[in-house]
């Protein structure tokens, strides 16, 4: 596999051929400074794939973005922050075909070819009038260099700014770029409603391929996070490819251009969902669990993800614990098949509990190790051969502070 | 359905027959002086039956009372805090096995005669030794009104005692009790484990109905509640019925005795229940969430769930926030079949959500209601008949506090 370059603080206008901006619209009425609405555009109709949340409670946003996708390529996705244009009805559905209208009226495309994605408080209408307004406005600002402003648009209360730029060779040396950015901290923000992720490249490819190698990957990074359990309403995750790397276009899931630029992708997608994980809500401390050696893949899954959101396993390593009690507790009650017998347990490489019984002769070795800003916990089930990785955060006071006291 | 009468104060040791003690082992080693090791016992074998976690790593002590219910009647439960002698391997049955054999001896009875049950630290071996010297204490220290005893010596953090007895008469008159003690302080304490519950009665019946029963009313209440979705090791509830009422044996689950019967059971092990959840850790609020007309039994149960264990739900209750948007969330991610256009959601007997739009005009009100101590949250998903009723608390700082800073 041919290595891939990370291009220094890049982001999805560092793809030839997208531009995009970030402006103000005052969307929450506040009357603040703060970027809520961008655009994300390419001149050329991209061969475009996208997934959605499962939540069967989800905003109309993704009923009109399904339908655009069903049509054809794409060339714009507008999006706001401050309002998640859900559990408001029909009206829900109005206003986000609305809002493809004006930004497809301003950049002379027909409405089917933007996409619309929306996030922040629950069950209140969007300020439509204020959308009038502002998407001519971010429509003119849209530049070359616009990544930034877009980041800025698309954060909630995100503390950390979420961009990755990558590149790599084909098999005849082009050159291709991925970009992509993302907002969410946690699945949920109090009253927010969630996790977005833009993604830009200029490989030709196949619109197929690129569908199934997005859900592909999203199912080993994306959905292999979890902060707090809650899936949101808005959950999107967007990939625009517009061919300008002029390469063979890719149409073979075995060709090695198709290898490479998979690898690539989840090379970004992997970044961005541990980014996420990582600036979680309150949380101080990246946690990955590795399964190793279950029965099967969705049992190793089941492991990882019942380890990853137990409660009791995230205040333990926010409070520095060395609490493997916990963690085969955790293990025990998933729904997978697991022996207590056989399970083995490591934090970092200091094993703890071997044949499902403690073997922490001395604390002072995982002490140092629970101290770290990465702690990644190894569960080897011996069961099979099956194996996950899954990425989440501690739970911490702040976690409350940020949920419990979000009005006050 | 004649009435259940509450006796103030009561427990256990209320019912005719029953004596209980609980001594001081030191089993944690620090030479506390808090009652850690109980025995309950009867002289005439009693019809008992249990019901135990589900968790598939756990404590020995589990596998030697399914053996000694398989054999018969009961006649003492011995019960240790302190040490969940879980995940130690083979030695934590043949330490469970002594334990039996100790308290048989000191009693007079076939080690087949007694269950044991033990809670505390997972990964620690029993202190053998102690429970020697101590459990012959325990056994002298047996007394008729020991239930209070007995109640100090199986809690672990627990802020508050679990106790409740009741009586109601049969067709014929015969005076019935019904006399419940538990313990948990979420459904784990850090680095221990465990919900246990102990319930006595003085009526004859059948134990097959006994256990069917028994089984029936906990799916109904003790597998209602969630502090923190973290299933222990060690969970165990256990019934005994002497006989000493001399009522018409109860043999049919259609007899008004039974049903009578049937009632009360329910009214204790709801009261146990919900104590378990208001005492959970860090709890300021029980929160009690109403299903009502889902499709199925398994959907209003999943709906409630998700819910009621939910982190956003829990700290919007804790912040007294009227944040209905995480509610139907939570209702949405859930396995049920539900459609966002025809939920109802009530927060007291205020109407928050209707038919998926949010109707609340003024917030003066529900702050009002979320100021209660108990917070009742009904879902009505008009999509069917089936009901379900669950309870937990909400997510405080505490919760942090105790799980992070235990070893602090």
Redesign the interface.
Known sequence: MNEVKVLKDGDITWVNGFKSSGVVADIKGNGGDKKDLAIIYCEKECVTAAVFT?????SRTIDVNRENLSKGNINAIVVNSGNAN????KKGYMDALRMTEITAENLGLDKEKVLVCSTG????QLPMEKLEKSIPKAVKEIKDNGGKDTIEAIMTTDLVKKHIAVEFETENGEKIRIGGIAKGSGM?H??M?TLLGFITTDIDIDKELLQNTLKDITDKTFNMISV??????NDSLIIMSNGFANNQKVTDKNSIDYLRFKNALNFVMEHLAKSIARDGEGATKLIEVKVLNADSDKDAKNIGKSVI????VK??V??E?A????I??????SDAE????T?DIFVGDIKV?E????VLESEVEINKELKKDEIVITIDIKLGEATARVWGCD???D???I??????
């Open positions: 499962t939540n069967k409670v989800r859900a559990c408001v009805g408080v629950i069950g209140v949920i109090p009253n409603a707090d359990r809650d899936t949101s309403t959101t137990s409660p009791l205040t333990a926010y409070g614990d609490n493997w009690g916990r085969i507790m955790a293990i025990g009650y697991v022996e207590e017998g399970i509990c044949n499902g019984i403690g739970l911490s006071y976690y409350i502070k949920n419990a006291d979000y009005r006050s």
